[in-house]
């Protein structure tokens, strides 16, 4: 997989874990070809993936934050404008932008850009536009679960 086909994958999806097993696609394990046991680093597509995690990292297209399972997790901006109109219904730490910096020493360090700060204004204006129903059209689509109320009702087992 290109950086270019990854960058595309995680837009095809939506929200793509990095390399996590979770209720969404994972970019490692799509580029592996099977599940990885373990680090990916020691995966024989290791350089592949170390390129397309690269790129997509790098993306302004792309938010690299922690929102499935406090794991890696890229949320395409096709997406934002809903997820930003939810936020209310999640844990808003979970929309930090983070990454990681190599110090002088080579230390890694964390970063991280809390919500709302990273939001381009004109993806805050998209959502503020956003009805609620669209929002949660716009989740359903990319999520395996639901943070919202769909409307339906739950139905509850009967027992005799």
């Known amino acids: 997989m290109s950086p ?3 960058i595309a ?3 095809q999806h939506g929200i793509v874990l990095e390399a996590a097993r979770g209720p969404v ?3 490692a394990k799509a580029i592996a070809g ?5 680090s990916w680093w020691g995966h024989p597509k290791s350089r592949e993936i170390f390129r397309a995690v690269r790129a997509v ?3 302004p297209d792309v938010l690299v934050c922690k929102l499935i ?3 890696v997790t890229y949320v395409h901006r096709r997406v934002w404008p809903a997820l930003i109109k939810l936020v209310p219904r999640f844990d ?3 929309f930090a932008k983070v990454w990681d910096e190599h110090t002088k020493t080579g230390a890694h360090v964390s970063r991280r850009t809390p919500f709302p700060r990273w939001v381009p204004e004109d993806v805050m204006k998209e959502a503020k536009a956003l009805s609620i129903q669209e929002a949660e059209r716009v989740l359903a689509a990319v999520l395996p679960w639901k943070p919202f109320n769909t409307g339906r009702k739950r ?3 009967r027992h005799s």
């Open 4 to 6: 270019r086909e990854a």
């Open 9 to 11: 994958f995680v837009e």
């Open 25 to 27: 696609p994972s970019l």
């Open 34 to 38: 099977e599940p990885i046991r373990g």
């Open 57 to 59: 990292s790098e993306s």
């Open 69 to 71: 399972n406090d794991k």
């Open 92 to 94: 808003k730490k979970r």
């Open 155 to 157: 139905r509850t087992p």
